[in-house]
């Protein structure tokens, strides 16, 4: 993140907005996993695949391989909806990113420099490691 830019916060609204149903949850995980596209392993290339209505899973337009954008990740074989798994996450990382350096260092007990810093990483963690929530909307 540079200095002295301020994240725009990711609001419930922005939530709703973005992530309307699961199939847009799973389309973003797709997306995450393969930001060159995916390559099918039959045809041997990046090919388009479309969404298999009703499963977590996509298909190649040209030879009908299949691939599941949630295998390997926290949300894979969950009875829970994706939706509500981005909400639940979208909780956390703003309780995280809510909580301000004078309460760290209230809380904390730790001089007002040192709770600055651990806000501030802590925000550049969670913007690393949820980029859910980050960027543009
Ligand atoms: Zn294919």
Not at 70 to 86: D, M, N, Q, Y
Not at 106 to 127: C, I, P, S
Request: with cysteine; glycine share 6%.
């Amino acid at each position: 993140m540079k200095n002295g830019t301020k994240m725009r916060r990711f609001t419930v609204k922005d939530l709703d907005k973005r992530f309307p149903n699961d199939d847009a949850c799973l389309e973003w995980i797709k997306n995450h996993r393969w930001p060159q596209g995916i390559e099918c392993p039959v045809c041997n290339r990046v090919t388009k695949h479309h969404k298999v209505s009703n499963r977590t899973c996509y298909e190649c337009d040209y030879c009908g391989h299949q691939v599941y954008p949630l295998a390997g990740t926290i949300f894979h074989k969950s009875a829970t909806p994706l939706r509500t798994w981005f909400e639940v996450i979208h909780r956390m990382a703003s309780t995280r990113c809510g909580i301000s350096a004078k309460q760290i260092q209230r809380e904390f007990g730790v001089t007002y420099k040192t709770a600055w810093r651990m806000f501030k990483q802590t925000r550049t963690l969670l913007a690393e490691t949820s980029p859910i929530f980050a960027g543009e909307v």
